[in-house]
């Protein structure tokens, strides 16, 4: 069973738009780390965030934020005020605590294109 | 400092050769990670190292795939048999410990083509 899903394979916004890329994970346990990475053209995988499972608070990092929802599971993430070098594939991942590993379970990702 | 580097960036085989990808992590990195990223797959994980010793092997694809880390440090991922469904980019990463505490960092990765 797919652990992560971002529904939303491609992504076209016109610069400056805000845009909202989604994930919907699946886990049963209690305890579980949810992370956002950036992969630009370039191909290098760039980590975003960490977020645990206890903490659902929001968080706000410059133009990016976060949407953190237990009830819905639910790891959204918000680009305000889009850029065109915000282009790139963001990728949700899932790491499990209960097996003891850190081994990130990622969705298929969503291109996002930031048109100028 | 240095992040995780990898070689070749690069590598094209003929179906049936072996190749060897390497991977030099973040210095102090304890844990290390192998992961695959191809079209039909999406980004998969293969291997885990901590320190030496990697206690979970069951997502590497086929005995045709192994991994070994030596001196806490260098990792080499080796193909033998290679098959043309084996092309894809391999990347690396590492993290601090083999924790979900702490996060991976990755490196550029190694692109396989088996023609």
């Known amino acids: 069973a797919q652990k992560v899903t971002q529904a939303q394979t491609e992504i076209s916004v016109v610069e400056k738009e805000d845009v909202t890329l989604d994930c919907v994970y699946e886990t049963r346990d209690t305890t579980y780390y949810l992370f956002w990475y950036k992969q630009p053209p370039s191909g290098e995988l760039v980590f975003l965030i960490r977020?645990?499972?206890?903490?659902?608070q929001n968080e706000i990092s410059g133009r990016y934020s976060w949407n953190f929802q237990k009830s819905t599971s639910s790891f959204n993430f918000t680009i305000t005020a889009s850029q065109v070098v915000d282009s790139a594939v963001y990728f949700c991942a899932l790491s499990e605590v209960r097996t003891g590993a850190n081994n990130l379970f990622f969705g298929t990702g969503t291109r996002l294109t930031v048109i100028p | 400092g240095a992040g995780v580097s990898q070689s070749p960036s690069n590598k094209v085989t003929e179906k049936g050769k072996d190749v060897e990808l390497r991977c030099d992590p973040i210095?102090?990195?304890?844990?290390l990670y192998w992961y695959r990223q191809s079209l039909g797959q999406g980004l998969e994980f293969l291997i885990y190292f901590q320190g030496n010793s990697a206690p979970d092997k069951s997502g590497l694809p086929s005995d045709r795939f192994s991994a070994e880390r030596t001196g806490g440090s260098v990792s080499t991922l080796t193909i033998q048999r290679t098959q043309q469904e084996d092309s894809a980019v391999y990347l690396c990463?590492?993290?601090?410990?083999?924790?979900?505490?702490?996060?991976?960092?990755f490196g550029p990765g190694t692109r396989l083509t088996v023609t």
């Open positions: 990463a590492s993290s601090l410990a083999h924790t979900s505490s702490y996060e991976q960092y």
């Open positions: 977020r645990n499972s206890f903490d659902e």
């Open positions: 210095s102090g990195h304890t844990a």
